[in-house]
């Protein structure tokens, strides 16, 4: 009998332990998904990079960074939306990583076809 209880209990904390994984995996509707939210990461690289280019540094000078172009709009992206994407990705950090992955192999393709 005890045994038997031993048994049940393992196997309800595996089936438990399980689900667990998959739930942290799921990604929620009103978040973007790793492919979407990389493409909006590389476009804010590629902006802050334009944007360095075009400072010119001046002594006492204060210098407001402003994008050529915006990342958000370019992906049909609503602020709300990149927002609660960065607050869930912020949380999972192992997906957060994926998606920083998918983003420097989309910079290093861009800027291989560029040489």
């Known amino acids: 009998m005890l045994k038997t209880v031993f048994k049940i209990i393992i196997s309800l904390a595996f089936f438990i332990s399980c689900k667990g994984e998959r739930k942290e995996n799921q990604i929620p509707d009103n978040v973007l998904d790793m492919e ?7 476009d804010f690289s590629l902006a802050e990079s334009a944007a360095g280019i075009n400072i010119v540094s001046t002594p006492g000078q204060r210098i407001d960074t402003v994008y050529a172009f915006n990342p958000l709009l370019d992906n049909n ?3 709300v939306t990149f927002d ?3 607050y869930f990705y912020s949380h999972h950090p192992k997906l957060f ?3 920083y992955l998918l983003a420097l192999e989309k910079l290093s393709r861009i800027q291989a076809s560029h040489k």
Do not use: W
């Not at 979407?36 to 590389?42: A, E, H, Q």
């Open 97 to 99: 990583k994926e998606v």
């Open 36 to 42: 979407k939210f990389s493409d909006v990461i590389v």
């Open 77 to 79: 992206v609503k602020r």
């Open 84 to 86: 609660t994407t960065l």
